[in-house]
Nanobody
Framework: VQLQASGGGLVQAGGSLRLSCAAS????????MAWFRQVPGKEREFVTA????????YYADSVKGRFTISRTNAKNTVYLQMNNLKPEDTAVYYC???????????????WGQGTQVTVSS
């Protein structure tokens, strides 16, 4: 599946952004979806994930209570609502897809191109 992420940008600390990831695959509802992020020189972080049905989600401790993942299968799109952003959220955010277990970060094998999120203090 081809993925196209959008919605990144520059925001002040405490602000909000919503990322979107559109999938090309008409069987989008067969895929669990996730968002990862990466800062240069650091390991990629598994931020959040959602099952194909949308009924199950995972959040890293670093974003719990601030980020919300959701999906609209009819639009082949997954969203990441990011509130109360902090400078440490600055990273390139990637969406990813898997036909496997949504909570297993190693299962994701289709990737979008990434979108930059920068949070200023």
């Amino acid at each position: 599946v081809q993925l196209q992420a959008s919605g990144g940008g520059l925001v002040q600390a405490g602000g909000s952004l919503r990322l979107s990831c559109a999938a090309s695959e008409h069987t989008f509802n067969n895929y669990a979806m996730a968002w990862f992020r990466q800062v240069p020189g650091k390991e990629r972080e598994f931020v959040t994930a959602i099952s194909w049905s949308g009924l199950s989600t995972y959040y890293a401790d670093s974003v719990k209570g601030r980020f919300t993942i959701s999906r609209t299968n009819a639009k082949n799109t997954v969203y990441l609502q990011m509130n109360n952003l902090k400078p440490e959220d600055t990273a390139v955010y990637y969406c990813a897809a898997t036909r496997g277990d949504y909570s297993d970060s190693d299962m994701y094998d289709d990737w979008g191109q990434g979108t930059q999120v920068t949070v200023s203090s």
